[in-house]
Structure formats: C-alpha cells, structure tokens
C-alpha cells in the first residue's frame, strides 16, 4: 500500500499553513523576488526527504533536483543534515543532481527520470525544479512565442503530475515572479506579487506559496489562491541549518 506523505519545510509555521508539508502525488510550488528563500528551501526539502517518519510509515528516499539557473550548492547540504542529524556524506549521495539548460534539455531529464523513477519503485521521494520557468522565458521570449511556450509548458507540468501520482513523488517547483511596476513606487513595497506561468500553471499545481521579505529581514510566507487551503500567512528563518522557524 502507498501512502500519501509530507515531507517537513524545517518550519513548523509553515509546515502548519501548508496543512502538514510538502505532500506527495502533488505539485507544490513556491514563488517570489529574488533572495526571499526559495532555492534555500529547495535545499532543506533534498535534506527532510531523507528523514524517517515513523508516524507516516515514510522510510525517507532520495531526491532529484533539476537545477536551471545553476543553484544547487552541495556546501549547503552539510549544515542541513547536520541540523537533522543525519550523515552529510550520504544525504549528498542521495540527491541526484541535473542541469537543464534550455525547456528541450529540462523535457528530456522529466523523460529520464521517469525511467530512473519506473527502474527502482518507491526509491525517490521528492523531485525538484529550481526553477521550472527560468529555461522557457529565455527559450520564448517574443509576445507571437507565447502560446507556444504555454502548449510546451502544459504538456511539461502534465508529465510531472503522472509522475507524481505513479510513483508517489513529491513535486517542488520554485517560480519568478512579475511585479506590477504600474503601481506608484510608495506602493511598490506592499505590492501584490504575482507569480508567471499564468493560467497553465496555475490550473496544474496543487498548492502554492509566495515568499516575501518584509521589514528589518523579517520573511514571510503565505498561501496563494489555493482551493482547499486556508489563504494564511505566517513567518519563518533562514539559517546555516536551512528553513527554520
Ligand atoms: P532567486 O529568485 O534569486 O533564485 P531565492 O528565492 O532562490 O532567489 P535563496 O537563494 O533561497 O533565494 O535565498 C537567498 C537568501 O538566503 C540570502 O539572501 C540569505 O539571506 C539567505 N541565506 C543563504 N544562506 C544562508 C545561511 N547559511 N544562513 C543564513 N541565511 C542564508
Ligand atoms: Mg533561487
């Protein structure tokens, strides 16, 4: 029997709005401005992943982090398993690592890891894309490019939720955000971000999350437009151990 599992964020405040964690045979995606904590989240997920749950009958598996801007630091690792006192070495040795360079590149390693997933049943637990729209916005750059890119985009976020469901993965996705620079600058600080993708994205995740950065290094996260989730928002720490509260 396969049972559904949540993989913990380092943050109980977070874990709590999100409804327990990062569930598996779902998307969750996390969006927002640069340095607001996404890839340093990504990086605590590769480390909770491994973690036995003894009330979720989770054994802990391995991770594959497809990387697209070049962020994935095994450096960080280390402190995080520490955290969690498990062994550095083998944590690393549990995520596999790939880069994608361009939107064919990222579909051929989804293609890959489909095999890998399908070779070794119940062997991976958590499958990351760091950042998932970093490759189309360079590949598809023109307004008349767009549908295009959005037709890719679908049939891309269709393959990881199978993927997700068959073989009970948690999917992480982090995301850039476009601000409304319409708004006059006093305002600017309060905007609301809004997270790209538009409609596909937004149709095929399960749950998003929007960071933010607020007054004197305070961080924020908050559920977004979510069908079963409360839209609550709480804080939470970045530190040498990765995602805290
Ligand atoms: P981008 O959109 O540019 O990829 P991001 O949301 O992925 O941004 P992260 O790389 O997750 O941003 O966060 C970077 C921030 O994390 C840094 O500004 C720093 O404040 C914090 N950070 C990174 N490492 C540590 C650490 N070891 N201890 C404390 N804070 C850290
Ligand atoms: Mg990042």
């Not at 997920?45 to 991770?63: D, F, I, M, W």
């Not at 880069?99 to 997933?117: C, D, I, K, P």
């Not at 961080?219 to 970045?238: H, M, V, W």
Request: proline share 3%; charged share 20%; glycine share 8%.
């Amino acid at each position: 029997r396969r049972h559904i599992f949540q993989l913990t964020t380092g943050s109980k405040n977070i874990n709590a709005i999100l409804g327990g964690g990062i569930e598996s045979m779902a998307i969750t995606e996390v969006f927002g401005e640069s340095r607001s904590g996404k890839t340093q989240l990504a990086h605590t997920l590769c480390v909770t992943a491994q973690l036995p749950n003894e009330a979720q009958e989770y054994q802990g598996g391995k991770v594959m982090f497809i990387d697209t801007e070049s962020t994935f630091r095994p450096d960080r690792i280390k402190p995080i398993a520490d955290r969690f006192e498990l062994d550095s070495s083998g944590v690393l040795e549990n995520i596999l690592c790939a880069r994608a360079y361009n939107s064919e590149q990222l579909y051929e390693l989804l293609t890959s890891a489909g095999n890998v997933f399908h070779k070794d049943p119940g062997m991976f637990k958590l499958l990351i894309i760091d950042s998932i729209m970093a490759p189309f916005r360079v590949d598809f750059i023109g307004a008349g490019e767009m549908s295009e890119r959005q037709t890719k985009l679908g049939l891309m976020l269709s393959k990881l939720q199978k993927m997700s469901e068959e073989y009970n993965i948690a999917v992480f996705l982090t995301n850039q955000i476009t601000t409304d620079m319409s708004q006059p600058l006093t305002l600017l600080n309060n905007a609301e971000v809004k997270p790209i993708g538009g409609n596909v994205l937004a149709h095929a995740t399960t749950t998003r999350m929007v960071l933010k950065r607020g007054q004197f290094q305070e961080r924020i996260a908050k559920i977004y437009g979510s069908p079963n989730l409360e839209e609550q928002e709480t804080k939470f720490d970045i530190t040498l151990g990765g995602i805290t509260d």
